[in-house]
């Protein structure tokens, strides 16, 4: 057996919310970086934007547009974390919890914040994610060399 000499290379940042469970922002294998699930946490306060809850702790309410700002933030933080940048991105997962009501919006927000990236991208939709939050970015970059 012969022993591997690709880096594996595991991220963690300050500056994107701290991840829910035992895992890294990303890990760089060779020349490829994998981020974890982000989603729209705040870094720092874990407060998830445009969320308003009632006096029992009920979510009522929710801002998508607030949620998808703060979602696109944290991936750029982990990429940049990881000496990566938008356009190092090939593959990008989404997932929604409200496909119907939400994908439009976030089509739109997505396009402005990734103008000229050419990843390729799937959009979910899903029942429910760890937290109360209605999107969650799972991405692959490829990182350039020199």
């Known amino acids: 057996m012969c022993a591997s000499t690709m880096a594996h290379d595991v991220?963690?940042?300050?500056?994107?919310?701290?991840?829910v469970g035992a895992y890294?922002?990303?890990?760089?294998v060779g020349q490829l970086l994998f981020l974890s699930g982000i989603g729209p946490r705040e870094p720092g306060t874990n407060a998830i934007p445009g969320n308003v809850v009632d006096a029992d702790?009920?979510?009522?309410?929710?801002d998508f547009e607030a949620q998808c700002r703060q979602v696109f933030a944290n991936v750029?933080?982990?990429l940049e974390a990881s000496?990566?940048?938008f356009g190092d991105l090939v593959d990008v997962t989404v997932y929604l919890t409200d496909m119907?009501?939400?994908?439009?919006?976030?089509?739109?927000?997505?396009?402005?914040a990734f103008a000229g990236v050419d990843a390729c991208r799937t959009t979910?939709?899903?029942?429910?994610?760890?937290?109360p939050i209605a999107?969650?970015?799972?991405?692959?970059?490829a990182i350039r060399v020199g």
């Open 11 to 19: 991220i963690r940042t300050q500056d994107a919310p701290a991840p």
């Open 24 to 28: 890294p922002h990303a890990r760089r």
């Open 57 to 62: 702790g009920v979510l009522i309410g929710r």
């Open 76 to 78: 750029r933080a982990v």
């Open 83 to 85: 000496g990566a940048r």
């Open 100 to 112: 119907s009501r939400d994908f439009a919006t976030y089509n739109r927000l997505y396009a402005e």
């Open 124 to 131: 979910v939709g899903v029942t429910a994610l760890p937290t």
């Open 135 to 141: 999107i969650e970015l799972k991405c692959v970059a």
